[in-house]
């Protein structure tokens, strides 16, 4: 799975599941552009990874803002001569039933969520595609599969968005060659659901088949198979991580 000679952004970088699959790609020695808007979190990480020597340039942006993306990507084009491989991990969540959900909620879960994927996919597949190489995953969630545990209907709509715009650039991105998959997580223990409190983790692990959450890098190992070149002919797949708790 080595991702020697690559070039990696991933945003929500800072993140449970984005440190971890930040730690397998430097494993795997890639070039590495972290993104995310947690300033202090990227550079803790930048510090831990460049004690090892790793080529590494990190940005604290918002995701959903499109001058920035923009900015983000044309500077590793620039800097690093290429784009390899894209991770859309930078996300929020909140469990909010819908009565309750206002409509600068629902467009700011939607911006982050959504539309970050959808503008770092147009302008790193406008890039790939003149090279004829790139993989893009995006991290979708069982929750956009089912409506979701926990998650609010906002939430839980923005992930449905995610896995249909993963499909539809995966067919427009192959005859390029590109790869352009997702990642569904079931609920995984990151801050993300510690915000959850006990009772309520305790309750949700129940209903999975493994009885667990995943761990942070049970998600990151299936990232790091789509952004090898061991996952070549895979493309528009949806892939599970989930102990079980959706099988479709
Ligand atoms: N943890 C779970 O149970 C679970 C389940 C399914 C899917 N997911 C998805 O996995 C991804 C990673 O989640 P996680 O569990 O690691 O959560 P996390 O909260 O640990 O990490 C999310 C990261 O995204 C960053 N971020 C949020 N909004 C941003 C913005 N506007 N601009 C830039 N960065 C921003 C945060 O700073 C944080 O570092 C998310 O897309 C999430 O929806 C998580």
């Not at 984005?18 to 990227?42: I, M, R, S």
């Not at 090892?52 to 001569?81: C, F, L, M």
């Amino acid at each position: 799975m080595s991702l020697t000679g690559k070039t990696a952004i991933i945003t929500g970088a800072a993140g449970g599941i984005g440190k971890a699959t930040v730690a397998l790609f430097a494993e795997q020695n890639a070039n590495l552009v972290l993104v995310d808007y947690n300033q202090q979190g990227l550079e803790q990480l930048t510090k831990s990874l460049e004690q090892k020597n790793r080529k590494i340039v990190s940005y604290a942006i918002d995701v959903s803002h499109e001058p920035q993306v923009k900015r983000v990507v044309q500077s590793t084009i620039e800097e690093q001569g290429q784009i390899d491989i894209l991770v859309n991990c930078a996300g929020i969540c909140k469990m909010i039933p819908i009565l309750d959900i206002k409509v600068t909620e629902w467009d700011h879960m939607l911006a982050v969520n959504l539309r970050s994927v959808f503008l770092f996919c147009r302008e790193t597949f406008r890039h790939m595609k003149e090279r004829k190489y790139g993989k893009i995953i995006n991290i979708g969630s069982a929750a956009g599969k089912i409506g979701g545990l926990a998650a609010g209907a906002h939430y839980s709509a923005s992930k449905a968005g995610v896995i249909c715009l993963t499909k539809s650039l995966a067919l427009q991105a192959a005859p390029y060659k590109i790869n352009v998959n997702a990642v569904c997580p079931g609920p995984t223990q990151t801050e993300m659901t510690d915000a959850w409190g006990d009772k309520t983790n305790e309750d949700f692990a129940a209903k999975i088949p493994f009885k667990e959450y995943a761990q942070p890098l049970d998600v990151a190992e299936a990232i790091l198979f789509l952004a090898s070149d061991r996952s070549k002919y895979i493309t528009g797949e949806i892939l599970d991580v989930n102990g079980g708790l959706v099988m479709d």
